[in-house]
């Protein structure tokens, strides 16, 4: 398992972004992944995550499948069903996949399970392979 490429200050998975999560994600060839605790610093209500961490979350592994095969990528479209509320503290697992391309476009989807295995939250999205300038500007961002 290797880790996916990551930008330094970006606020899911940059570790020089102070604010942020910090979060890890890794490839096993076929699905992006990370683990992250349910951090009280993003509570949304009293004990509960915040439901925009876990659609930042979500994006972040779904693109992270992407970025695995070496294709930098956008964010076009994202579509987040939540199915379970989140405890502050529980350990969650966010996994992301490919389940389709059509010549620069990239349809994914990803879920969230908290420690009990149950699927907390679920999305679907739809990414653009970066072209030209644009894309030079971005693969100067990894590391």
Do not use: W
Request: proline share 1%; aromatic share 10%; hydrophobic share 40%.
């Amino acid at each position: 398992m290797e880790e996916i490429v990551k930008y330094p200050n970006c606020f899911v998975c940059g570790d020089n972004n102070r604010h942020g999560l910090k979060a890890r994600f890794f490839f096993d060839g076929d699905k992006a992944f990370s683990e992250v605790v349910a951090d009280e610093s993003f509570e949304g209500y009293r004990g509960v995550y915040h439901g925009g961490i876990i659609a930042a979350l979500l994006d972040e592994v779904m693109i992270k499948a992407i970025l695995a095969r070496n294709i930098i990528a956008v964010t076009v479209e994202m579509t987040v069903r939540y199915h379970a509320p989140v405890a502050i503290g529980d350990r969650l697992t966010f996994t992301g996949r490919i389940t389709g391309s059509r010549r620069h476009v990239y349809f994914t989807e990803g879920d969230v399970t908290d420690s009990n295995g149950t699927v907390c939250a679920s999305a679907t999205g739809k990414y653009v392979e970066a072209r030209g300038d644009f894309k030079q500007t971005l693969e100067s961002s990894v590391e």
